[in-house]
């Protein structure tokens, strides 16, 4: 099992302390580094800026948002990303949701998969620098067909054509989708009884003509709150809030991929009443009402075996990193000691 260390969105102002975070998690032996974006602080910065100081890290994006760049802008991106830090690029991308691709970035939400599709299918385009990139589908025309332009290849050569392209899906045509054309799957929530049912989504995507990959070249990267503890309450009460946020206030009361994928996992009722909490902005009662069986169907919260043999459990059932965001430098450090150790 790999470790990738979750370095999230900015709030109000860049976190304190990143670096120190990032330079122990190369030193124990994670994996990678992913930042994400919503509405403020890209995805990419930050990757340039604190993965300068790392030689080994893969560094990725987790996720950055299909409507914020035009499919040739992300690639621009990818490919100055991947020469800088020596083909350690990942590019992780999705949809968002509705609210944020209407109203943050003024673009439609329609048609999530065949946007997806027509995106990936340029970047690789860029990427692989073999002709012109040409588009004749509906979502990204290139060259614009009303205008002066011409098909262009990169001024730049990209370093590597099979730049890992990851998608962050979530219900059963995009993670289907995500083992068709991707490389790997973000999956934002994982539980392990969802696990049959999200394998048959991956097979689903590997069994049709020209798909990628196989399972056995494919990364699932699970993300967790994993916390190595004597007082898992502590860590429940702590999570409650964030679980409530993604419930009720990442996304659309009529459209709400978190609280859909919640709604598989069998908590629909939950669901229900923490998004109405929290849309009224009784956001404390909100919070309160997340059982600790919910945070515990997607969180790895207990004594160091615990957390091992969890861990162990998740990777049985398909998982090749565990995607973790961690409070401080000890954090990182026991968490290498826990799972990675000896490797």
Known sequence: ????????????????????????????????????????????????????????????????????RTPTACAMHALTLDHLSG?????????????????????????????????????????????????????????????LGKPLKPIVHPLRADL?????????????????????????????????QYNAWLDEGFARPGARRTRDDFEVAASAQIVVTDDPGAEYERLRPVVALYVGGMGAETMNFHADLFRRMGYGSVVDEVGRLFRAGRKAEAAAAVPDELVAETAIIGSAGEVRERVDAWEKAGVTMMLVACRDVEQVRTLGETLLAGN
């Open 1 to 68: 099992m790999k470790l990738g260390l979750q370095l999230g969105y900015w709030g109000a102002g860049p976190p304190a302390g990143v670096g120190e975070l990032v330079a122990e998690a190369e030193r124990v032996g994670f994996d990678a580094v992913f930042a994400a974006e919503s509405w403020g602080s890209d995805a990419f910065t930050p990757l340039a800026w604190w993965g300068s100081g790392t030689r080994r890290l893969r560094l990725g994006t987790s996720v950055a948002q299909l409507s914020a």
């Open 87 to 147: 083909g350690r690029a990942i590019l992780g991308l999705g949809v968002s949701g509705p609210q944020v691709v209407e109203g943050w970035y003024g673009m439609p939400f329609a048609k999530p998969l065949a946007r997806t599709r027509e995106y990936v299918s340029i970047v690789r385009q860029v990427l692989a620098r073999e002709a012109p990139v040409r588009n004749d589908g509906p979502h990204y025309p290139l060259p614009y067909q009303e205008g």
């Open 164 to 196: 890992p392209v990851w998608l962050g899906a979530e219900g059963p045509r995009n993670v289907a989708l995500a083992a068709e054309i991707a490389d790997g799957w973000l999956a934002v929530y994982f539980s392990l009884r969802a696990a049959e």
